[in-house]
Structures are given as C-alpha cells and as structure tokens.
C-alpha cells in the first residue's frame, strides 16, 4: 500500500509543488528498505514506536510533520490513501483560499460500502441524532461537530498550526486527530471547509481504514464488519489502475 500511495502522489502531483514527508513509526518489515530508497521524500524515522501506540502515534507523527513542513499548506494523507486524478488537490485549495480565516479543508469519511448502506446509515444516524436532542443531550452528530475535515486527507494552514502550537492528538480517546484539530480551530474563531464526499471520491480512495479492519482485537460482533472491508479491500486491489501503479517502479526513481 505504501508504495502505491507514494507513487500515485506523484503520478498526479505534477502541477503542484510538493514536498513530500513519510514519516515512519518503527516498521519491521520491507517497507522501511523501500522507503529509504526514494531519493524524491523525506524521510523521518522513529524506531522506538510500536505497533502497541497506534494510533497515538499517527498524531504525534503529524504533529512532528507539521513542524518539518516548508510548505503553506499541510497535507495528512494516510498510507493506504490512492489518488486516482492530476487535479486532486484543487477542491483542497478552492475552499481554504476563500478567506485566511478558512484554517482547513476535507471531506467527511470516505467508504467502499454501497451507497444503499452508506444512505441507510445516514438516515439512521440522522434519527439518533434527534432522539439525543428531544432527550436533552447535545449530539455528537451537529453539523458542526460532526462534519469536520477527517484527518485520512484533510490540507491546514501550517502557519496557523504552528501559531497555536495546534496538535493531532486528541484530548479524548473517543475522538480523532482531525476532529481535535477542528476543536482547535473553531475555538480560536477559524474556520473549516467541507469538501462534497462525492468530488472528494472522485479524486481519491481510501481502503476503508485498512489499519483497523485487519485488526484481530476487535469485539466479536464486528468480525463480520472487518471481513467485508478486507474483501472489498482486496477486490481494489485487483483493480486496473491500482495494479498499473503497483508495476510502475520509474515512479520511485529520482
């Protein structure tokens, strides 16, 4: 999956001026070889993480990659994050240039579940949400709250994370990075953007939160849920374009 991230960033990123940052928490196997020879990223290596502070380390990570930054803008890209277009980056921009009170811009959780379920879901969600309000309770699910850029690929102001001393990890582990830095954000009067999940969609694809889904700790009842996305996992996989990606190895080259 690294390698095909990697290489679609910079099959589509030709117009953009990108530096890119891998930051690696302590791999063991091939991945860190491969990483240590692309001469086109900038690699940080932390060997002392383990697998045991996932996913504390994925904030800290991007906290420290915020700070290495040379960019205007900050990009958090998971690793099994592909993107499919030239122009990706462009809804990204046109939201955050708006005003320089406008600190991020991102889509709400992308999914390879069907658009029935993903509408069943929503509608059920939707009435949980009210039956919170009536009871008097303040729903997780507001508009505000709930639709926040999510942190598998959002773009901030890195002036504006840094000004703040802004960070990824959250306060509460019932919520994500991307959530704690809209907290953040919102309370120092910025503001956030949301891309339409359909154009985001079209630009990229996220393997359903791969990390969590082959996670063999879960509760029993969601089994059957991490079975289906390593299914439709490995069906992308097989995929025209992702396989392309996977054979084209002058991606890697200087």
């Known amino acids: 999956m690294m390698s095909i991230c990697l290489r679609s960033v910079r099959k589509h990123s ?81 939201e955050i240039v708006v005003s320089p009170q406008v600190a991020a811009a991102g889509a709400w959780k992308l999914s390879l579940e069907s658009p029935l379920y993903a509408l069943q879901k929503r509608v059920v969600g939707s009435f949980l949400a009210g039956i919170k309000r009536l009871a008097g309770r303040k729903a997780r699910s507001s508009f505000r709250e709930g639709h926040y850029p999510r942190d598998y690929c959002a773009l901030y102001r890195t002036s504006v994370l840094r000004e703040h001393d802004f960070t990824f990890c959250p306060s509460d582990v019932s919520i994500t990075g991307g959530y704690s830095i809209a907290q953040q954000l919102w309370s120092h009067g910025y503001e956030t953007r949301m891309i339409p999940v359909w154009e985001m969609a079209r630009n990229i694809v996220h393997v359903a939160h791969g990390t969590a889904a082959v996670s063999g700790e879960k509760p029993l009842h969601h089994r059957s849920a991490q079975l289906k996305a390593e299914q439709r996992a490995r069906e992308l996989m097989t995929e025209g374009w992702v396989e392309q990606l996977r054979r084209d190895s002058q991606l890697d080259a200087a």
């Open 14 to 94: 030709r117009k953009y001026d990108l530096e890119v940052i891998v930051i690696d928490n302590g791999s063991r196997d091939d991945s860190l070889d491969y990483l240590r020879g692309l001469s086109w990223i900038r690699l940080i290596e932390r060997p002392e993480e383990t697998v045991s502070n996932w996913p504390a380390n994925v904030f800290t990570a991007w906290d420290l990659g915020a700070r290495m930054a040379r960019g205007e803008f900050f990009v958090t890209m998971h690793s099994d994050v592909f993107v499919k277009h030239d122009d990706w980056l462009d809804p990204f921009l046109r």
